[in-house]
């Protein structure tokens, strides 16, 4: 196994034993239940934007599997204290990089440690999985509702 499949490995395990954030927001009106049919993971997100479009707060809870549960529990993570702006622009990178149309390794992006998810672009099945917890997230940022991963 590679350096950088072991890490992802630890991260998942971890984040899927401990996740982070792992709770509801009550008083917001930005919250959204995403749903990924082909694998049955649920995550809700929820959000708090404070004036300037900073996020003060983002957790979830849902059930579903390691992926999508880790991805869900980093982005949380990652987020607080992110504007909305940069958080759009993550969620495209993100987005990019594990449908493999950006490489971190040679590519400049603003990923951080959420290179991680990089391995997912080799399960084809896994995309949607790792993407879920993002797609929730735009839709809460625009709205409360629900979104199902087509
Ligand atoms: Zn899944």
Request: glycine letters at 8%.
């Amino acid at each position: 196994m590679s350096y950088q499949n072991e890490l992802y490995q630890q991260v998942i395990l971890d984040h899927n034993k401990n996740p982070r954030n792992f709770r509801e927001i009550g008083d917001t009106a930005h919250s959204c239940n995403g749903h990924n049919p082909l694998c049955g993971d649920k995550i809700n997100i929820y959000l708090k934007i404070a004036p300037g479009d900073v996020i003060e707060d983002v957790s979830f809870t849902g059930s579903g599997c390691a992926i999508s549960k880790a991805s869900a529990s980093l982005m949380t993570t990652f987020l607080k204290g992110k504007t909305l702006a940069e958080a759009k622009v993550v969620f495209e990178e993100f987005h990019k990089m594990v449908l493999g149309d950006l490489d971190p390794a040679t590519q400049q992006h603003h990923l951080g440690k959420l290179t991680i998810f990089q391995g997912v672009r080799e399960f084809s099945s896994r995309i949607k999985c790792a993407s879920l917890a993002w797609h929730t997230l735009i839709c809460a940022i625009d709205k409360t509702g629900e979104t199902t991963m087509e």
